[in-house]
């Protein structure tokens, strides 16, 4: 909702700033639900083998270990906000812009952790409906905050800041509305609120791996747009549109992978592997089928995608150019996520980490930053660096399930 509006009604600038600054703010919030996806893991374990106090000491020392990393990460986005763009290569005419943009939103991130831990628990708990329900509301605000603000006030950047933090609060406020009157099937006491050294040690082992993976392949997609950003303005904001338009498409795929991996945990803690194998079977082929229809939307209607971000004709050239090779990604990542969700499921997540680094640093930068150096590179080589670290990442879960 911040592209699409900012991209309608304030200028190129705007578009650049809020693409690199809602990338790195994308980057940070991925690794904490990445990080929590261990409470996730843990906490279906524990209800799957009947474990009803565990669950509450792992609930309780979430809640301690978040509100930590929450607090520091707040602290390095409001005080090292301009050294974080300057590491980007901000474009110079957007640079103030993309600094106040992250600042405002870093302030915001105890709220930002705490709405990605709920829905980490919500999950755990095989209940995805609720956090839905609630980021439904908190869209609803979002979008309006934006509008008042960009479309009324003309704050462009600040603007669309301000309404992501706001409905954030919401958010928050609703999921702990709901947890107030959920029947949990797990015991939780005012003691349990503290830091249990097993289960930290747990959740880390679980969730670090995945937290390290996400961030270090976010890390590549952050080097790719650094790298895109020397092309200039028109291209870092067609692939901050094409970014947009890339995350809204892969989430299909991400909600496999996460419904995977509550349901093999809960399982593979009740001892029903057989039950988690059929649901790798079957999340995989529908996603697939799925994902064949997002591969024909983005590459041949890239155009129209990238036209709800923006209203700049450059801008949605540059952007259909990028999404052409990214499309074939849709097909790859459709089924390599249902493997990672598979294999985070019953705990397996170095290998997950491991692949996902292979991915990332063997393939996606370095491919990448070679299309860059071609004479008069475009954006669709350098995006075909995407579906070649999947097919790399599928191959290895293919041999690694063998």
């Known amino acids: 909702a911040d592209l699409l509006i900012v991209g309608k009604f304030a200028h190129s600038a705007d578009v650049s700033a809020v693409s690199t600054g809602s990338q790195i703010m994308m980057t940070l919030t991925n690794l904490i639900s990445s990080f929590a996806m261990g409470t996730t893991i843990l906490l279906g374990q524990q209800i799957g083998s009947g474990k009803k106090e565990d669950g509450g000491h792992t609930v309780g020392t979430s809640i301690v270990l978040f509100s930590i990393i929450a607090i520091i990460m707040s602290a390095v986005l409001v005080i090292f906000s301009p050294q974080i763009c300057g590491v980007m290569n901000a474009p110079e005419e957007a640079f103030d812009k993309t600094v106040e943009y992250v600042r405002i939103c870093g302030s915001g991130m105890l709220v930002i952790v705490a709405y990605n831990l709920i829905s980490c628990i919500f999950r755990g708990l095989g209940d995805s409906k ?7 509301i908190a869209c609803v605000f979002n979008i309006a905050g934006d509008l008042l603000l960009c479309a009324v006030f003309h704050l462009g950047t600040r603007g669309a800041a301000l309404a992501t933090v706001f409905a954030q609060i919401i958010s928050v406020v609703v999921s702990l509305a709901f947890i107030r009157k959920k029947e949990l099937p797990f015991v939780m006491k005012r003691k349990d609120i503290r830091i249990n050294k097993y289960i930290l040690r747990k959740i880390t082992k679980f969730g670090a791996p995945i937290a390290l993976q996400d961030i270090l392949v976010n890390t590549s997609f952050l080097i790719i747009l ?14 901050g549109v094409a970014e947009k338009v890339c995350a809204f ?18 399982n593979y803690g009740a001892g029903h592997i057989d039950r988690a194998k059929k649901a790798l079977h079957y999340g995989t082929a529908v996603s697939f089928v799925i994902g064949i229809g997002m591969f024909f939307l983005s590459y041949f209607h890239g155009n129209l995608l990238a036209g709800i971000f923006s209203s700049d004709s ?20 459709a089924v390599l996520f249902c493997y990672t969700g598979f294999y985070n499921g019953i705990g397996m997540t170095k290998f997950v980490m491991i692949q ?11 491919v990448s930053y070679l299309m860059s150096l071609q004479p008069n590179p475009t954006l669709f080589s350098i995006g075909l660096s995407s579906p070649m670290s999947s097919v790399v990442q599928f191959i290895l879960c293919l041999g690694f399930m063998y």
């Open 249 to 266: 498409i892969m989430l299909i795929s991400l909600a496999f992978m996460q419904s995977i991996s509550t349901f093999v945990a809960q």
């Open 130 to 136: 609720t956090p839905l329900f609630t980021v439904a």
């Open 226 to 239: 650094a790298i895109v950003n020397r092309m200039g303005v028109t291209a870092s904001a067609g692939v």
């Open 314 to 333: 450059d801008v949605i050239a540059a952007s259909a150019d990028y999404l052409r090779a990214y499309s074939i990604d849709c097909i790859f990542t």
């Open 356 to 366: 996902g680094i292979i991915g990332a640093f063997g393939i996606r930068v370095p």
